[in-house]
């Protein structure tokens, strides 16, 4: 497990890895899970044996931290992203993306292009100015 400061007050962005060559691929879990789990059997494909990966846990999922104070916006989790791709050295990587994930990797790739080469979206939120529904927390919103 690999880990890096993401707010300024000692919060960590964990994820796993597994050395490889070419572009990092980058796994991005969704709203309520995290990366290894739901991303191991893409991850496991032969077709990407010998690739270097990255099963990044948002804030507040998975092994990552659940500070308090955190925003929790799609541009906060961006950030918390960039932290962890930049502490493990990455630039240029392929961002596989799921839902919230989906949404968090664009905002990334729009604020950091020198992060990311390639965006594989699935299911991803993509509407900027969704429509306020009952329970709607706003987390998967600009």
């Known amino acids: 497990m690999r880990q890096a400061e993401f707010d300024g007050r000692g919060s960590r962005i964990r994820w796993t890895e597994s050395e490889g060559e070419g572009p990092a691929l980058v796994y ?3 709203l309520g899970s995290m990366s290894a789990v739901y991303h191991a059997h893409i991850a496991g494909h032969p077709a990407l044996a010998g690739r270097r990966r990255l099963f990044v846990d948002l804030p507040g999922h998975g092994i990552s931290d659940r500070p308090a ?3 929790y916006s799609l541009e906060d989790h961006a950030g918390a992203l960039a932290a962890a791709l930049d502490a493990a050295g990455v630039t240029g990587a392929e961002l596989v ?3 919230m994930g989906g949404a968090v990797a664009v905002v ?3 604020r950091r292009p020198d992060l990311v080469t390639r965006l594989v979206l699935t299911e991803a939120n993509l509407d900027p100015n969704p429509v306020p529904t009952a329970g709607s927390s706003g987390i998967a919103s600009y």
């Open 28 to 30: 991005v879990h969704g």
């Open 69 to 71: 104070d955190f925003g």
């Open 97 to 99: 993306a799921h839902s």
């Open 108 to 110: 990334l790739a729009d």
